[in-house]
Every structure is written in structure tokens, then in C-alpha cells.
């Protein structure tokens, strides 16, 4: 899976797709659609089962002769996918998913950028939305449409599966939010929160860079920083910085003017 958006989802070796999901070994069951099985790349070995597919998924009794999607976003995929089965089902494209530090994963976790290239023939809806995930592990990507079962109705899930999220994701887990007062930092024509805001983005990119999030509540004058340990270290000893240059400032300005005698001309001096 490609990191710039749109993102491609191609179909190669059409033929041999087409054959894979037909075959013996990969038809459904009786009793539905066996768990899509992925493989363990490091060790070699097959990974446990995928349930990408609830026991109580029914497919519609309708087959699509021909399925050609040449670039479609999976919007226009979902809505053509519901139209073709009638609405037998719905369809639900989960949003960009959001770590538990807040900071969003995009473009790698943000399925409305999907966009599909495949062509299927006879196949009902679970073998298409097979295929298209098929097609998204053979990406390394981290989507998956889902078939479950919302109460009566039949669902279709297409989200972002936590586990698939390459480790830079999972990082993310790890930022630290910090709470700064910058009050004194203001007034007296000092620094205003805009100007305080530029310095700390700039150090940030000039030291360590990366994404970080700097936050302000005006009412309490306090700065809200979430980033890495070592973002977070680096923007509280610039916090500190400022506050110490400021308090030399003001020390200056706040020293009385001593007057410099004078005594004349040169050479007017008194013995």
C-alpha cells in the first residue's frame, strides 16, 4: 500500500485471483465462508485466523456476472455494492483511526483514500469483499472490510485493524503530554501566545521535527504540549529559556541610569 493518497489497490494476475477464489480450497462452505487465512511472513507459517466474516453472514441470492472497478474510492465502491445486492446489507466506512493519545495516523489510517482496481466475474458479495481483502493484504495494508451482523441486519464494516498499523503507529501510543504556565511570558509587551506558539513549532522543527501538537487555553494562559519525550523535554527547556531570558530583560530595564560625572574638557581637571 502506497503512503500517498490516492492510494491504488490493483488487481494483478487477474486470472489467478479469479482462480483462487473459485477454487476447491478456497470455495465457500456449506455453512459459510471459511476465515480468511493470512500467512506469517517471518516465520513462514500460516498467522491465525482473520474473522473478517461473522457465522451468521448470509450472502444475498444474487451473483454478479461482472464486477470492473477501475479506480473506484471505496465510497463509490460501497454505494455500487449496495445498489447491486439490492441493499441487503449496509455498508459503514469507519473514520481515520485515532490513537489514544488523539493524534491521527494519516494518510496510513484513513480508509475514505482507498481507491479499488479489480475485475471479478461471477461472484456474490462475500467473494467480492474477499478479494478486495486479499487484495489489501497483499498490500500490507491495515483495512479490512468486515462482515458482521447488526442485530437483524447485515453489516459491512470497512475499517482499520490496530494490529496491522505498521510500529510507527504504535509508537504514537507512547507521546506524553505536558502543561506549561506562559502568563509570565506575556504582557508588558513581552510575547504574545501566537508568538510564543511559532517559537516552540520552529524549535521543533529545527531539533528533533516530526509531528507534535501544541496547544493554548487562554483563560489560564497554560500551553498544552503532546509529542515525544523527547519533543516534550525539548520544548520545556526552550519554555525555560525564554522565561530566563525575558527575567534578564526586564532586570535590564528595570536598572536605574547612573549619571557619568563630568568634569570639563580634558585637561581642565583638578588636581
Known sequence: MKLNLPRLISLPAAAGLLLLLLSPETAPAQNGLNP????????????????????????PDITLTNVDYDGLPASEVARNLQKEFNNNFDIMIAPAWTSPTGDVMDPLTDPQGLVFKLQLKNV?????????????????????????????????????????????????????????????????????????????????????????SIGFHNETQLVIVKGTPEQVALISSTLQALKENLAYTRYKASRPVMPVPYNGPPGNSKP
Open 36 to 59: 480468511l487465512v493470512a500467512f506469517n511472513q517471518d516465520a513462514g507459517t500460516p498467522a491465525p485466523p482473520d474473522q473478517w466474516i461473522a457465522p451468521d453472514w448470509k450472502d
Open 124 to 212: 456474490k458479495a462475500s467473494e467480492v469483499f474477499r478479494a478486495m481483502n486479499l487484495l489489501l493484504e497483499s498490500e500490507n495494508s491495515p483495512f479490512r472490510w468486515q462482515l458482521t451482523v447488526n442485530g437483524n441486519r447485515p453489516l459491512v464494516l470497512l475499517r482499520v485493524m490496530r494490529s496491522l498499523l505498521p510500529q510507527a503507529a504504535h509508537q504514537a501510543d507512547a507521546r506524553k503530554i505536558s502543561v506549561y504556565y506562559v502568563g509570565d511570558l506575556m504582557g508588558d509587551g513581552a510575547m504574545t501566545l501566537k508568538q510564543i506558539a511559532d517559537t516552540l513549532q520552529d524549535v521543533n522543527n529545527q531539533g528533533y521535527g516530526g509531528s507534535i
